[in-house]
């Protein structure tokens, strides 16, 4: 665990090195044999087992797509065939009426302005607006993605959304325990919840915003405190 | 030639450094820096949509605004805006979002009682570069910092402030991009200025006086982005 700011060189080596996101191979000079590799944000540097994987890790509320990550949308317009959505970041993202389970130019799913989708990013490039699906495109099956149906949609920081989506972090599962429950987790900054009662969604949505490192970063014991509070 | 500064402050020392991260709403990263009682806000939005007239194909648009403690943004408001994005656009990286828009806003928390108010350039510098780290959406390549330089005849000294301001023979703020580490400083800007003619020479040794400041305020804003420093001075910052 080791803190870069932008600019400061991480030797990182590996005969089949992948530079995560954070990180910057520059031109360099032709003098030096190896260009150096440059941190682009201020994080903690983290590394996989073989060293293979490099990225810096931080927190920030702005989403930039990267492509195969899942997200979640809110349809801001029609346009002919598809719709656009807004995910949180510079673009809108474009959806394909046909990239559903089972959509058919006869059968399209007729998602109204300002529904939500869980989809994943299956363009993602700096010059070309997003693009988004919502089916697997090899098996064309959903994956449990699609339009979301009730339930509420919370913001938290882009770190939180990652800490959810570990299965060893201790949120999700304590709520579990509690009550039956459904999230959807995208990575853009929106958690969607839904649980048979509005004072559990209410519970759940607290939660997540104690917890959220920008916003109170509170642990397991805090937590449990605040469950009991409020009388969950 | 011995020169008293207020609080016992050497001529190399500036004085107290204090950022709070503030977390404003609505934005995408915000601090709060401060050399003593001189202090500026800054806010970081971005990559977020460009207006299409300010869209720039082939990198991010950044755009400066500051806003004084009084009365609206006016020309030198504006002036200063444009120097100050001129002095952190090179450690910034903006052809990875092209089409969109980077915005800063530095909001000074701090009156300007004389002619010269380096203090608070160097106050806004710092505050927009700790906002931008704070954001962590916008790719760097380098950590701006800045610090004021002042001449109080015939001594040169690091960070003047509000009462020396007022006798300064000549003053300039000194803004330099860190790179790899402290030892990796390139001085990006400088606006100094003096009412009498001044030298290379001068010019030099304030450069040396204002890079060793400089690499301090770096080791505090490293400090304060690895999470050590700021709640401490939070504290301090509401009681003052």
Known sequence: MSLVLPGQHVAAQHVNLKLGPGLLQTSGDASTSAP??????????????????????????????AAQESVIGVIIQKAGEGFRVDIGSAQAASLDGLAFEGATKRNKPNLKIGSL?????????????????????????SEGFGELKGGFMVRCSLAMCRQLLDSKHFLLPMLGARFPLETA??????????????????????????VDPNGGGMDEAGIANLLRNLGL | MALTRRGGREIDESRPLK??????????????????????????SG??????????????????????????????????????????????????????????????????????????????????????????????KGVVCAVAVGRINPVLVVDPGEEEEAV????????????????????????????????????????????????????????????????EEEDEMETS
């Open chain 2, 19 to 44: 950022v709070v991260l503030d977390g404003l709403a609505r934005v995408d990263g915000s601090a709060r820096f401060g050399f003593g009682d001189t202090v500026a806000l800054a806010s970081v």
């Open chain 1, 117 to 141: 989708v869980y989809a994943r990013v299956s363009l993602a490039h700096k010059d070309m607006e997003p693009e988004l699906e919502c089916f697997d495109a090899q098996t064309r099956k």
């Open chain 1, 36 to 65: 150096p590799i440059i941190a682009t944000r201020a994080g903690t540097l983290k590394h996989n087992a073989n060293g293979s994987k490099w990225w810096v890790e931080n927190n920030s509320l702005r989403y930039v797509p």
């Open chain 2, 168 to 231: 300064l023979e000549a003053s300039g703020c000194f803004a330099f991009s860190f790179g790899d580490g402290l030892d990796d400083a390139r001085c990006v800007w400088t606006n100094w200025k003096s009412a009498r003619s001044f030298d290379e020479r001068e010019l030099a040794q304030c450069k040396l006086l204002a890079s060793a400041a400089a690499k301090s305020v770096w080791l505090h804003i490293q400090n304060v982005v690895g999470g050590d420093a700021s709640e």
């Open chain 2, 47 to 140: 990559p977020i949509e460009v207006r299409l007239a300010a869209e720039n194909p082939s990198l991010s648009t950044f755009e400066v605004l500051i806003r004084p403690l009084s009365n609206v943004p006016a020309t030198q408001s504006k002036s200063l805006a444009a120097t100050i994005r001129a002095a952190l656009i090179p450690s910034l990286i903006l052809s990875q979002n092209p089409r969109t828009l980077i915005q800063l806003v530095i909001q000074s928390l701090s009156p300007t009682r004389t002619k010269s108010y380096d203090t608070l350039v160097a106050a806004m510098i710092n505050a927009s570069t700790v906002a931008l780290l704070n954001a962590g959406s916008i790719p760097m």
């Open chain 1, 185 to 210: 987790i995208g990575v853009n900054g929106r958690v969607w919840v839904n649980a048979k009662d509005v004072r559990e969604v209410i519970g759940i949505a607290r939660c997540i915003e104690a």
